[in-house]
């Protein structure tokens, strides 16, 4: 069964701070993995998706890195604002051909002002 | 265009009580999910349905959980003879394509159930 674990479970930094978040898991046989992003009281929404044959995927201040082998992947926020407070899940598509998630505990990031 | 949406977006129930929750995915969307999100278990898929079908519903946590989608639209999850494990935040997610496979989930914004 695929284990997802993220590190920190919650980390507080001051704006402008470069951080990096991470998750790691136990089946390398994934599809694919996305991170997520949560505000209190909302959904998820989808930040960035890694295909398995990709390193990495880039999106403004996100970068996003995978390494299969080593079953790890990284979230970098660059220059982080205060309205990048929230939490940030993994998420892992596996052997199934209909997309169903396996997902970390998350992190909750704080940056404050 | 509208996202997913869910309601109720808060249900507070009694021990025992039936309850129902409605997810209405993005139109034109054929896959949906529904998860739920609780304290310590973090998100657990409950189960997926393409069209009307259900292939996995490998995801429901007792027989007191069902699940339906009719019109290839609208879906409704509902739990029979609550238990106050049963509180958490229930997610639907949809997608477009009949082979979801590496699609990006839109998920709805959740609703909070809390079983007395």
């Known amino acids: 069964k695929q284990e997802v674990t993220q590190i920190p479970a919650a980390l507080s930094v001051p704006e402008g701070e470069n951080l990096v978040l991470?998750?790691?898991?136990?089946?390398?046989?994934?599809?694919?993995?996305?991170?997520?992003?949560?505000?209190?009281?909302?959904?998820?929404?989808?930040?960035?998706?890694?295909?398995?044959?990709?390193?990495?995927?880039?999106?403004?201040?996100?970068?996003?890195?995978?390494?299969?082998?080593?079953?790890?992947?990284?979230?970098?926020?660059?220059?982080?604002?205060?309205?990048?407070?929230?939490?940030?899940?993994?998420?892992?598509?596996?052997?199934?051909?209909?997309?169903?998630?396996?997902?970390?505990?998350?992190?909750?990031?704080?940056?404050?002002? | 265009g509208a996202g997913v949406s869910q309601s109720p977006s808060n249900k507070v129930t009694e021990k025992g009580k039936d309850v129902e929750l409605r997810c209405d995915p993005i139109s034109g969307h054929t896959a949906l999910y529904w998860y739920r999100q609780s304290l310590g278990q973090g998100l657990e898929f409950l189960i997926y349905f393409q069209g009307n079908s259900a292939p996995d519903k490998s995801g429901l946590p007792s027989d007191r959980f069902s699940a339906e989608r009719t019109g290839g639209s609208v879906s409704t999850l509902t739990i029979q003879r609550t238990q106050q494990e049963d509180s958490a935040v229930y997610l639907c997610a949809s997608t477009p394509g009949a082979a979801p496979r590496g699609e990006t989930q839109y998920f709805g914004p959740g609703t909070r159930l809390l079983v007395l």
Not at chain 1, 24 to 35: E, K, P, R, V
Not at chain 1, 53 to 67: F, H, I, K, V, Y
């Open chain 1, 22 to 113: 991470n998750c790691s898991f136990t089946d390398s046989a994934i599809y694919n993995l996305q991170w997520f992003r949560q505000d209190p009281g909302k959904g998820l929404t989808s930040l960035l998706l890694i295909q398995s044959s990709q390193r990495e995927q880039t999106s403004g201040r996100l970068n996003a890195s995978l390494d299969k082998s080593s079953g790890r992947s990284t979230l970098y926020i660059a220059a982080s604002q205060p309205g990048d407070s929230a939490t940030y899940l993994c998420a892992l598509e596996g052997g199934t051909s209909y997309g169903k998630l396996t997902f970390g505990q998350g992190t909750i990031l704080t940056v404050h002002p």
